[in-house]
């Protein structure tokens, strides 16, 4: 019998388990289920640890694939709705934090600049080493649903990388909007670490804003000015179509992208609703089929992976 060590990542609790190789996967996947079940604000990161610069490991790939989330699972999303940012988790040179306000008309939906884009869809990539192994697994587990569904690619940076991502738990959810050059933060404390919220960053990262920002969003939301925290209504406006790119798509109620229903609210009452029945939103399972078009289109990869919507 082999002797393996589990650290569990309940703050003082260690479980030592005997087990041969046949079983070690029966162990992962309770040692993975437990991890997701004792959660608490620091459960999967040590800030006593430096924030250094390292990548996944082939390890973390092979642990995403015990990570199972789905749609019932609780969490909080607060993390994403910071009122100090723009939209609650866009960090970007121009819009200024304060007011919530553009500084310049630059805001789309998808942003057309080629500049802003990744060339050839690929993203280079850093992570603080502040992250457990459930943060990391989790991480990767973000990153292979793009690898499945899209052409892009988030890879390891390498010494001839430039622009770069890093992903650090500064503080809440929140990315960058698009390539902007050099190193880029995208923040995810230990509250962001379920599968959607990062996916949901990295598109952020991958050039995208958020589903109701699209000029067209009043004929399918309706959004409940009364119920909104004062002065956080600069949260909701939307775009018009001289400035934003719908990518030729139609409003994504599934979509990654989408307010949840109380996005700042003041009162917990709604803040924004569909107009549609039976439909929800604020969905953070994975890409939408109309997420991984807009991806594919804006990217221009091959017909091979535009999948219909």
């Given at each position: 019998m082999e002797s393996t060590l589990y650290k569990v990542s309940t703050r003082r609790q260690y479980i030592h388990f005997f087990c041969d190789d046949?079983?070690?996967m029966n162990f992962a996947v309770f040692i993975f289920t437990l991890l997701a079940l004792v959660r608490a604000d620091d459960e999967y990161v040590d800030k006593s640890q430096p924030d250094a610069e390292t990548t996944l490991t082939d390890e973390d790939f092979e642990h995403a694939k015990l990570i199972q989330q789905n749609e019932s699972e609780v969490f909080n999303s607060s993390d994403m709705y910071n009122p100090d940012l723009f939209e609650g988790d866009i960090v970007d040179d121009d819009i200024s934090p304060s007011s919530g306000r553009k500084r310049r008309s630059i805001m789309k939906n998808a942003r057309r600049h080629a500049t802003y884009k990744w060339p050839n869809g690929r993203v280079p990539y850093t992570i603080s080493q502040q992250y457990n192994e459930y943060g990391r697994a989790v991480l990767a587990a973000a990153i292979q649903e793009y690898e499945r569904l899209t052409c892009i690619r988030i890879v390891p940076k390498?010494?001839?990388d430039n622009d770069y991502v890093h992903i650090a738990p500064y503080r809440g959810c929140s990315s960058i909007i698009g390539r902007i050059g050099g190193m880029q933060p995208m923040s995810l404390v230990s509250g962001?670490?379920?599968k959607g919220i990062i996916v949901h960053e990295f598109m952020h990262a991958l050039g995208f804003f958020h589903e109701q920002a699209r000029a067209d969003r009043d004929s399918y939301v309706t959004v409940h000015w009364e119920n909104i925290a004062p002065g956080l209504e600069s949260q909701f406006q939307k775009q018009s179509l001289s400035v934003i790119d719908h990518l030729g798509t139609q409003y994504d109620y599934d979509s990654i992208m989408?307010?949840?229903?109380t996005a700042f609210s003041k009162n917990g009452r709604p803040t924004i609703l569909p107009k549609q029945r039976g439909v929800r939103i604020g969905q953070r399972r994975g890409l939408s089929p109309t997420d991984i078009y807009?991806?594919?289109?804006?990217y221009g990869c091959s017909?091979?992976?535009q999948i219909a919507f």
């Open positions: 046949s079983n070690s390498t010494s001839a962001c670490l379920h989408h307010y949840e229903t807009k991806i594919n289109t804006m017909a091979g992976w």
